[in-house]
């Protein structure tokens, strides 16, 4: 079956400009997990959506949203962009959340110029 | 503060020799653990999970080890493979809060 898709692969966007970045979940996965990932941070939790809710939220300022379609398709944005953005942005989709086994997508690689 | 972190930024060992990558935790109410593989340029990729309920859990070619005493996380690769080459990250959980470790970087030689 089709693994986790990430739209787009690669992004410039400017300081201060929004970007919104999609995620498509394997078939029948309802759990869509965002993550950032930088070399000075690692890996840090954004938001896990479920059903179309956000479930859990991680420590990330208002900037950072998203949302779940009822296909179970997430998009996630951000506004007024920051140099400290620029981030691989990855998303996980899994049956039951966070802590069962989840599959990765590919990742957007974000760069705010 | 709770952390969760690795003992060893990088790992070298020898083709069809075992690999073990520690991690440490300091978070005692954390009760799901999982391991993860990113190769160079793709996403990370689920390697085995273990909850708090258990010492030891064992995959194909993998086991990963929690001694909830001390706090220590680790995972076993048995005969490594150049393919196994790759960062290996820890994540620690509490309620779906998910926290994660710096990465291992496993460089195995031929």
């Known amino acids: 079956k089709a693994g986790v898709t990430q739209t787009p692969r690669y992004l410039i966007k400017t300081r201060g400009q929004q970007v919104t970045l999609s995620c498509s979940p394997i078939?029948?996965?309802?759990?869509v997990s965002w993550y950032q990932q930088t070399p000075g941070q690692g890996l840090q939790f954004l938001f896990e959506?479920?059903?179309?809710?956000?479930?859990n939220k991680g420590n990330f300022p208002g900037r950072f949203s998203g949302r779940q379609f009822s296909n179970s398709r997430s998009e996630m944005n951000v506004s007024t962009l920051e140099l400290g953005d620029s981030a691989l942005y990855l998303c996980?989709?899994?049956?039951?959340?966070?802590?069962?086994?989840?599959?990765f997508g590919q990742g957007t690689r974000l760069t705010v110029v | 503060g709770e952390s969760v972190g690795l003992h060893l930024p990088t790992l070298s060992v020898q083709e069809g020799d075992n690999s073990i990558i520690n991690c440490a935790y300091s978070?005692?109410?954390?009760?799901?653990f999982i391991w993860y593989k990113q190769e160079s340029g793709k996403g990370p990729q689920f390697i085995i999970d273990?909850?708090?309920?258990?010492d030891k859990r064992q995959g194909q070619r993998v086991t990963v080890l929690l001694n909830k005493t001390v706090k220590h996380l680790s995972l076993q690769i048995a005969a490594t493979q150049p393919g196994d080459s790759a960062v290996y990250f820890c994540?620690?959980?509490?309620?779906?809060?998910?926290?994660f470790g710096a990465g291992t970087r496993l460089t195995v030689k031929p």
């Open positions: 996980a989709s899994s049956f039951q959340g966070q802590e069962s086994e989840a599959f």
């Open positions: 078939s029948g996965h309802r759990s």
């Open positions: 959506y479920f059903s179309e809710t956000q479930r």
């Open positions: 978070n005692s109410a954390s009760d799901y």
């Open positions: 273990i909850r708090s309920n258990m």
């Open positions: 994540a620690e959980s509490r309620n779906n809060d998910m926290r």
